[in-house]
């Protein structure tokens, strides 16, 4: 079975340009998330959604960041200007709505802003 | 404000024996747990969970157990091996919050031979 599939693996870009990150959930699965990871500060979530309606978006750290999913098995994550701060891993990850609250990852694009 | 807690940034063990990492958490609404495994350049894996209503779980080498009333769990794994040696997380969720999970800063566990 495919896990979650994130693309890119890995995304260099300078200060100011726009990033895209894409994920694809587990097949069946009604939930997705975005996560964050720094050193500093660990594993954040940044936005899920359930049924490809944004639930909770609290951990959006800015209006540059913006994330959707226009269907079941797509979700795309937007840095628009991206800065150096944004550096980081980023995580999607899903799960069945209705089981166990256990979530699947998707195995990172590590970001690097310069 | 960080919710889950994980105190020991790092651990060491031999391999054989056991290892034990822990994890306290503040919020008293949160009634479910996870501990997911990372190894480098990958996604976090689930390895075990625990829900509320129980103070341990078991699955073969791995053994969570839940102490509610100290706001702690922790994650046994006997016999370590080499293979073990990856970062753990412990996250939580409370039911309340769709499934929400808090995650912990992580413990690198390393298993020397």
């Known amino acids: 079975d495919a896990g979650v599939i994130q693309s890119p693996r890995h995304e260099v870009t300078e200060m100011g340009q726009e990033v895209t990150l894409r994920c694809k959930p587990i097949?069946?699965?009604?939930?997705l998330f975005w996560y964050r990871q720094t050193m500093m500060r660990g594993l954040e979530l940044l936005i899920y959604?359930?049924?490809?309606?944004?639930?909770?978006d609290s951990g959006m750290p800015e209006d540059r960041f913006s994330a959707k999913m226009p269907n079941a098995s797509f979700s795309t994550l937007k840095i628009q200007p991206s800065e150096p701060r944004d550096s980081a891993v980023y995580f999607c990850?899903?799960?069945?709505?209705?089981?166990?609250?256990?979530?699947?990852f998707g195995p990172g694009t590590r970001l690097t802003v310069l | 404000d960080q919710q889950v807690k994980q105190n020991s940034p790092s651990l060491s063990v031999q391999e054989g024996r056991i290892s034990i990492l822990n994890c306290d958490y503040t919020?008293?609404?949160?009634?479910?747990f996870l501990w997911y495994k990372k190894y480098p350049a990958e996604g976090p894996t689930f390895l075990i969970s625990?829900?509320?209503?129980?103070d341990k779980n078991e699955d073969g080498r791995f053994t969570v157990f839940l102490n509610k009333s100290a706001k702690h769990l922790s994650l046994h794994i006997v016999p370590s091996q080499p293979g073990d040696s990856a970062v753990y997380f412990c996250?939580?969720?409370?039911?309340?919050?769709?499934?929400?999970?808090?995650f912990g800063t992580g413990t690198r566990l390393q298993v020397t031979l």
């Open positions: 625990i829900s509320s209503i129980k």
């Open positions: 990850a899903s799960r069945l709505a209705g089981g166990t609250d256990t979530q699947y």
């Open positions: 097949s069946g699965h009604n939930s």
């Open positions: 919020n008293s609404m949160f009634d479910y």
């Open positions: 996250a939580a969720s409370d039911y309340g919050t769709a499934s929400k999970l808090t």
């Open positions: 959604f359930n049924n490809n309606v944004p639930i909770d």
